[in-house]
């Protein structure tokens, strides 16, 4: 769950002390000096502070880097991040910034990785037959590649591989596991847009309407932070629960009769 970014909070006049080269900002941030000057004729960021010759960055050209790294983390293409950017004015503060990174922070990490079969083989711990990697596929732990050379595929993360070999393991046919992961897939979409919805009316919008407080930005971030941990655990123990609840009524509904009586 992520909420839309919208930004109007403005950034106060940086010290020349708080003034980095590209050199150092790239240091910074992680990016290189060429991605930076993309991004910046791309009016993704502002313009640097002249000194002489010298393009001088401050606080809220770093945290609105950082913020466009985090969109490119979540697989936003370059238009796509146009786009959001469009909301957020250049001169919105680094702290406002730094909040709409919290915000789209992912509540679990996924790195795609584009490995040959031999690769696979080894993140998955074994051999795989084709059979298996199409299995794979289908509960979408994995993507085949297309091209004339060797096969590829693209991981999407670890805790999917994991999660999919489990199943290949269990013994139970893959159409069952397809169809489980079709279901999980339709509801925990539905739930998070609909949790999402409720975060954006009842949190983002009143801050908003408030005019931004500064007061309330670090607050709101560290809240959001925990709202993660424990909306995951309420998902897990509610579904636990509701799966308890559907095994006594199908037990009742029947009389017991799948019980054995001896």
Known sequence: MSAA?????????????????????????????????FYASKGLIPAPRLRGRTGLYDAAH???????????GLGFTLAAIE??????????????????????TPWLPEV???LDRAGLDRRAGRRLSDDDVT???????????????PATVRLHGAVALGSALEALDSGLPPELWKRSHDLIERHTAALAEDLMTL??????????????PADERRRLAAAFSRLKPI?????????????????????????????HEG
């Open 62 to 72: 770093r945290a609105r880097l950082e913020l466009i790294g985090e969109l490119t």
């Open 231 to 259: 909306t995951l655990q309420g998902v897990v123990a509610a579904f636990g629960r509701a799966v308890n609840r559907a095994i006594r009524e199908r037990v009742d509904s029947s009389g017991g009769s799948d019980r």
């Open 135 to 149: 299995t794979l596929e289908r509960l979408g732990a994995l993507t085949r590649l297309p091209g004339d050379g």
């Open 83 to 104: 786009r959001q950017l469009e909301r957020v004015p250049l001169e919105t503060a680094p702290e406002e910034l730094a909040l709409q990174r919290a915000l789209l």
């Open 112 to 114: 795609d990785e584009e």
């Open 5 to 37: 970014i919208d930004g109007s909070a403005m950034s106060p006049t940086p010290d020349d002390g708080d003034l980095l080269t590209v050199d150092q900002l790239a240091e910074r941030t992680g990016m290189s000096v060429r991605t930076i000057r």
């Open 199 to 212: 975060f954006q009316d009842e949190v983002l919008q009143p801050y908003r309407d408030r005019g931004r």
